[in-house]
């Protein structure tokens, strides 16, 4: 199953590797499609890859951390 999300990270973690992190522990293929990072705020938009409970898991960890997740649904293009 794949799923395309829009991630908001706080300045705290821009520097941290959550996403490396979250695909290691849930066994989530991370596929990065656009990354904007200043020193203040970083955006990024992946496509995420796994079982549907694994996904869930490694998208609330990243929302337990405090980086705002928003699903795109449908088509999308970069």
Do not use: C, H, W
Not at 1 to 28: H, N, S
Not at 35 to 63: C, H, P, Q, Y
């Amino acid at each position: 199953m794949k799923k395309r999300v829009k991630l908001t990270f706080p300045q705290r973690l821009i520097k941290e590797p959550v996403i490396f992190t979250m695909a290691k522990k849930y066994d989530v293929m991370p596929n990065i499609r656009r990354a904007r990072v200043t020193e203040t705020v970083g955006e990024m938009v992946l496509e995420l890859e796994g079982t549907e409970e694994n996904l869930g898991k490694g998208i609330k960890s990243l929302e337990d951390q405090g980086i705002n997740v928003e699903v795109i649904e449908g088509d999308f293009v970069d």
